[in-house]
C-alpha cells in the first residue's frame, strides 16, 4: 500500500511564503503524475497542480495566477509545491496525490494514492 507524506503546512501572514513537499513512504512514485489538492472547510476539494515524470505541468486556474509551482526531483522522490504571495483564502488542507497515468488530470478520480494531508493557514 502506498502511502504519501506532505509536509510543511504551517500558519503564515498573506504575502508569504510556503513550501509542501510530498513523498511515498516505502515505495517510489515511479512515472506516475503527482498532483496537488486542496480542500478548504465547507468546501469541495479542488485541483491545485500536477507534474508529470517528464516535468509537463498542469495548473488550477485561476486561482494559482503564477503564484504557485510545482516541481518533482526523481532522483529524490519528492514533489514540491512551492507558495508564494500567499492570500487568506488560500487557507485549506493541501493533499498530494498520485495519479494512475503518467500525466497530471485535474479530475481527482484519477488519482489512486493520497496523502493525509497538511494544514495551510493564511491570516490577514
Known amino acids: 500500500q502506498v502511502q504519501l507524506v506532505e509536509s510543511g503546512g504551517g500558519l503564515v501572514q498573506a504575502g508569504d511564503s510556503l513550501r509542501l513537499s510530498c513523498a511515498p513512504s516505502?515505495?517510489?512514485?515511479?512515472?506516475?503524475?503527482v498532483g496537488w489538492f486542496r480542500q478548504a472547510p465547507g468546501k469541495e476539494r479542488e485541483f491545485v497542480a500536477a507534474?508529470?515524470?517528464?516535468?509537463?505541468?498542469?495548473y488550477g486556474l485561476p486561482f494559482v495566477e503564477g503564484r504557485f509551482t510545482i516541481s518533482r526531483d526523481n532522483a529524490k522522490n519528492t514533489v514540491a509545491l512551492q507558495m508564494s504571495s500567499l492570500r487568506p483564502e488560500d487557507t485549506a488542507v493541501y493533499f498530494c496525490?498520485?495519479?494512475?497515468?503518467?500525466?497530471?488530470?485535474?479530475?481527482?478520480?484519477?488519482?489512486?494514492?493520497w496523502g493525509q494531508g497538511t494544514q495551510v493557514t493564511v491570516s490577514s
Open positions: 496525490a498520485q495519479s494512475r497515468w503518467d500525466y497530471g488530470t485535474t479530475d481527482s478520480s484519477q488519482y489512486e494514492h
Open positions: 516505502g515505495s517510489t512514485f515511479s512515472k506516475n503524475a
Open positions: 507534474i508529470a515524470w517528464n516535468g509537463g505541468t498542469l
